[in-house]
């Protein structure tokens, strides 16, 4: 490390399972960029106190956002973007020459990104996403910012599934949405079926929706990173449908951050 070294943070409460520190540290090495990441650990009480400080840090240039921060410093941000507004959530910040806060969320468009580059395409498909919580509605929002022909969306808590529906009916107010019940839900009129909730994450999670449901020539993606291949697309794959991994999402998100900080 040099004087001159850029300093990006992580900041997060729990902070040991975070793992952006030692990814984008050795992405900065195989770029030749001079940088590095260090891990922030940060309770909710004190983030405030912490991001201003962090302003008067010069060569402190932004940071990934994690729980249990993602809403809050939002209202830390002078200026946030779509996505960011949208979800009420920003996942990186950057500082203006000010020092002013810069807010994005990329978790829909690192989705719909990685979907594109596996040359899967979602341009007037009927696509179905089960979960409301703040990964999926990051997604909505994205996928119906990319010309899908219709969303249904099936949510354990169906308020929030209709909430939702609501906040995305505002943006596209020709658009059919439809919310379905998660015990009775139809998938074979859908082309792309998507888990966005966590469950898959525990071996001892029950598979989010049955795939025996869904079209044969169907794309079942999951955004699961861990483990790689869920009990959902194992099922998937073995009852031939075509399958998407969660950590395309997160993968191609390395590029909008690289964009979004102004460094590759
Ligand atoms: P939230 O806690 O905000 O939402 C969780 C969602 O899962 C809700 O829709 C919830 O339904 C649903 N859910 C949880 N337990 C059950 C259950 N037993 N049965 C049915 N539905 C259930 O989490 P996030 O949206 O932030 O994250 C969800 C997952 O997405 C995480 O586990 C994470 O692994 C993954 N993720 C992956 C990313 C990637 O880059 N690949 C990025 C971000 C997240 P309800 O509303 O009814 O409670």
Request: charged share 25%.
């Amino acid at each position: 490390m040099l004087a001159t070294t850029k300093v990006y943070g992580c900041i997060a409460h729990p902070i040991d399972h975070v793992k952006a520190p030692t990814l984008f540290t050795s992405i900065f090495n195989k770029k030749n960029i001079d940088a590095v990441m260090i891990p922030i650990h940060v309770y909710p009480e004190n983030l405030e106190n912490v991001v201003n400080s962090l302003k008067l840090v010069r060569n402190f240039h932004g940071m990934t956002v994690t729980i249990p921060h993602k809403q809050l410093i939002t209202k830390l941000c002078k200026k946030l973007d779509d996505d960011a507004l949208f979800t009420g959530a920003v996942n990186w910040i950057k500082f203006d020459e000010e020092r002013n806060l810069i807010g994005t969320n990329f978790d829909g468009k690192g989705f719909v990104n990685g979907f594109h580059g596996q040359n899967f395409f979602l341009k007037d498909k009927r696509v179905c996403i089960f979960g409301a919580g703040g990964a999926a509605v990051a997604i909505a929002y994205a996928i119906t910012e990319a010309n899908i022909k219709s969303l249904k969306i099936v949510n354990r808590d169906k308020n929030k599934a209709f909430d939702l529906k609501e906040k995305l009916i505002a943006k596209h107010k020709s658009l059919r949405i439809d919310v379905s019940n998660i015990d009775n839900y139809i998938l074979n009129d859908c082309d792309v079926i998507i888990n966005a909730t966590s469950l898959g994450l525990s071996e001892s999670d029950k598979i989010p929706f049955d795939v025996s449901k869904t079209l044969g020539d169907s794309i079942i993606a999951d955004i699961i990173m861990q483990p790689k291949e869920t009990k959902l697309l194992k099922k998937a794959k073995s009852l031939g449908r075509s399958i998407h991994y969660g950590k395309y999402m997160i993968e191609s998100q390395i590029d909008l951050v690289g964009q979004f900080l102004e460094i590759w």
